[in-house]
């Protein structure tokens, strides 16, 4: 299996996009976003300062890009086109050429993700509708977003791909993990050592649109000891040492999609409290899973924990909602939180990942990636889950 | 010296940010961009979905954060008050809550650097002015970049030790790069000992806002043989072969700030036509150095520059402006750019790059930071620049 979209896929995405386009009467779609410029053709245009951006008219697609990326997408493919500028600035804005190129090709309604390149880097430019006229704009910033969320079977088996290198990624990280050693060495070695296998196990059936040194990852977040107490810690330098508790995260990338593994370990034998929160946090990713089938509301299952930590007098050392949406950004919407009230359907790709914060003491979470399917749920990630297996020896 | 802003220098951070309310009538500056939050504070919060802000009002400083960060704000300080909101989407949106802040607060006139989170991830949510009024917010999306085009004395020295730490991380991927070895590897192993070496040698002193598993870095950004001649190519997995052209990067972060460095590399014995390709990339930078001097525009630079590709009839090989600023970003405005008017001052730091790039055969480019000095400039990256010192030994 090659490691990425098919072009068959590509056509769907871009007929499901052509179709949205019809009903809303438009004669083509300027995309801005590097996400939603992928999905229609399974390219991967970096922000800078320098604009990009494609144009889709329900046949054609047209790239959109500074002289510097052009023999980079001819090398590429997946677009019809390509039209440059210079530079940015430049002597002439390109969004002042994008907009000629758009007038010359008699498109009198135009929709886009946004009104104008979104920016990067100090980018500063006008908007499209300065040029093409309010009128001749529509802002659809969610529509590709909107048809993203449910994922197809091709997108799910990248999921799949990215679980699998990061469980190996994960596997290196608990190997390597004893106390008095440092993190970044610990992670930078298990990224590079599951990359490694990863790269030579799949050879050139690997793809990654972005770009990546060490695709597969693995690592601490910051969250060693008593900072395992903050979810977004972020650290550098850290030793492991005997009693602590570690909140890992890993992935890989994988032909443009990604997936979420996070463990809570425990170095040497675990204390009473710690195994009591430990359980606690699984437990409540088991409410959250059980909770999960097509139909119920992204809240229901959020509410289903909230009364979970409730009832175990937990709500103190409750920090976050239960998950998100994941696939091609490692965080998607819709949130598993009770205020987003959108329903649940197969195909949806989601973090479940309670956790418990204990100030000055420690953090305990688990993330898995998990698919909704028909009859409920699936985890695609299958790392273990289980106090024992999580356990680093002492020395 | 510790790797981090000053007391101080926040201060007088503020100062100037204070001024310019004044200036402009404000009571209050509401900022959304992490670079703009760090300027004020020296602390750096994550864009995430979930949104995250800061309140100044010319006196105090007020974070606004998810429930999940409030302890990690507390611990890393910076600033003098933190307002949380729950979670987000949540039953009540953040951005009400803010705007409930700021009017519990009597500010009548607010600035803002985006109106309303720009969002990230997914997030959805009205501007702040759909609460406050439309009159009441001015949107100042440049002003902190402004104040911080012109990089402090601070500035400056965190600068140079990113400078230091790069070229020690530019050195092992040059120790390491040998026909027939694995780019990632090489670069991840470069990597990790420069980041270790650093840690090592500053200890506590070391700061990273952003977080960082190896702080030091090096790499070959997919340039590499015939793909050097792509400026932005992304790969993952190429091996170095005798005869190879490669172009580099190397950077590490320190308090916040960056720096860049870049070379090119030849594998063995370089051909007569790379080394009139490298001369002549080596005498465009000189082109450039002679040209940076306060007064000048960062046109004025590009045009000399892009004249000297003229007269040496190497257009065909010119992708890209001469250069860019930066210090907190990789890349900053102004640009070094003919179509960029802004004038050069001492205390701007910019990148000279210009690059030679010929299809199917090969890319050559060396980056400097250099700092505009009262005299003319001054290169802060201090590899070495001369191609007998960038040969790669034939194995």
């Known amino acids: 299996m090659k490691l ?34 992928f999905y229609l053709t399974g390219l991967y245009l970096i922000q800078t300062e320098r604009p990009v951006g494609l144009l889709y008219d329900g046949t054609n697609t047209t790239a959109f890009v500074p002289t510097l990326e052009v023999e980079h997408v001819e090398k590429l493919g997946g677009v019809h086109e390509i039209i440059s500028y210079e530079e940015y600035p430049g002597e002439k804005h390109p969004m002042e050429i994008l907009a000629e190129t758009i007038e010359d090709r008699s498109i009198a309604k135009l929709g886009v993700d946004s009104d104008g390149y979104p920016g990067a880097y100090g980018y500063e430019g006008p908007s499209l ?18 048809i993203m969320q449910v994922k197809t079977d091709e997108e ?26 440092a993190e970044n060495e610990i992670s930078t070695m298990a990224s590079l050592d599951a990359s490694r296998s990863m790269l030579k196990t799949v050879g050139d059936d690997y793809y990654s649109p972005k770009g990546a040194t060490t695709p597969a990852t693995a690592g601490f977040r910051g969250q060693i000891g008593k900072g395992s107490a903050i979810p977004h810690a972020l650290t550098t330098n850290e030793t492991i040492d ?24 425990i170095v040497g034998e675990p204390w009473k409290k710690q195994v009591q929160f430990f359980e606690s946090m699984v437990k409540a990713g088991e409410v959250a899973m059980e909770a999960i089938e097509p139909g119920a509301s992204f809240a229901d299952v959020d509410r289903k924990v909230r009364a979970f930590y409730k009832k175990n007098d937990l709500m ?7 998950g998100h949406s994941i696939g091609f950004a490692g965080h998607e919407a819709p949130y598993l939180d009770r205020g987003d009230d959108r329903k ?17 003491f420690a953090g305990f979470r688990h993330s898995d990636t998990v698919l909704v399917t028909e009859g409920g749920s699936e985890r695609l990630t299958y790392y273990p889950r289980d106090l024992e297996s999580l356990v680093i020896p002492s020395r």
């Open 4 to 37: 990425r979209l098919s072009e068959e896929e590509l056509c769907n995405h871009r007929d499901a996009v052509r179709k949205k386009l019809e009903e809303k009467g438009l004669d083509a779609l300027c995309l801005f976003s590097p996400r939603d410029i």
């Open 129 to 146: 509708s300065e040029f093409l006229g309010d009128g001749n704009v529509e802002e659809l910033p969610r529509m590709i977003e909107g």
């Open 156 to 181: 799910v088996e990248l999921i799949k791909e990215s679980c699998r290198w990061g469980n190996l990624a994960h596997r290196y990280l608990q190997d390597y993990t004893e106390p008095g050693k």
């Open 242 to 265: 005997e009693g602590d508790v570690l909140v890992t995260g890993a992935s890989a990338k994988v032909g443009g999609y990604v997936s979420e593994l996070e463990r809570t370990m």
């Open 316 to 322: 103190d050392y409750w920090r976050h909602h239960t």
């Open 344 to 360: 649940l359907e197969p195909g949806m790709v989601v973090t479940v990942e309670p956790g418990i914060y204990v100030p000055d």
